[in-house]
């Protein structure tokens, strides 16, 4: 089982330094952790005080069931359903988190007010003025541990941002619950259900751009990706073809009954 100091030489390898803007995308499984909280203490050790650790710290399900459902998002007590490491991330004395319903982010360090500042004010939660916008802007990195761009939501935020046909049109108004006990109404327009996305076709094109870079986290496989560098070429991608990451319907896929 590795300690937070082998996992932090992990991170140094990647690239990671103290002083870093960092979104982590993680599954514990593959790692092979002495525990939970190794991983985390590596993590926040990796950029320091100086720096900022963002993770996702949502609630499980689609957005668009979600706010359906008419759901009341308790920031202070409700678990993340983003894997163990956010859980634990999240229960760290200096971690904040946004006041989205469904897309909270948990934050920690130098720009973690700024970052998780603000979100609820997000009519679409990945979109403008979101945390996704705040670390590209900081020159963030995002790395993925045990996971894949499947799992970077931050293409959500270059989707919304950049023309795809991703954002319902209707409004809704679920609640949250702030650390004061408040409770507020967030007006949200949800992601469409069920459009299937293509994340994984970016792989190819964040490695030929040398945007991605691959290493270990542990035994788990890691990528970093440069935040802006990213947004650049996937937001071009995107504004020349509005469904480059959503999958196209075909009816050979779907042969009509006989």
Known sequence: MY???????????????CGDTLLVHSAFRNIKAASVLTAVEALMRSVGESGTLIMPSFPGGSEFFLVQSGITFDVRTRPSDCGLITEAFRKQPGVIRSLSPTHCMAAWGKNAGFITGGHEKCRVSAGWGSPFEKII????????????NVNNTTLHYLENTNGAPTVCAVEYYPKVITPEGK?????????MPGLPRNYGRVEVELDAN???????????????IDAYSMSKLISGRIKSDPMYLIKRFSLDDHPAAE
């Open 210 to 224: 040398n945007i991605q870079q691959h290493g270990r986290f542990g035994d788990a496989e890691a990528r970093i």
């Open 3 to 17: 300690d937070s100091g082998h996992l932090l030489n992990d991170l140094r390898a990647l690239g990671v330094k």
């Open 137 to 148: 802007a900081l020159r963030g990195k995002i790395l993925l541990i045990g996971v894949t």
């Open 183 to 191: 409770l507020i109404t967030v007006p949200t327009f949800p992601h």
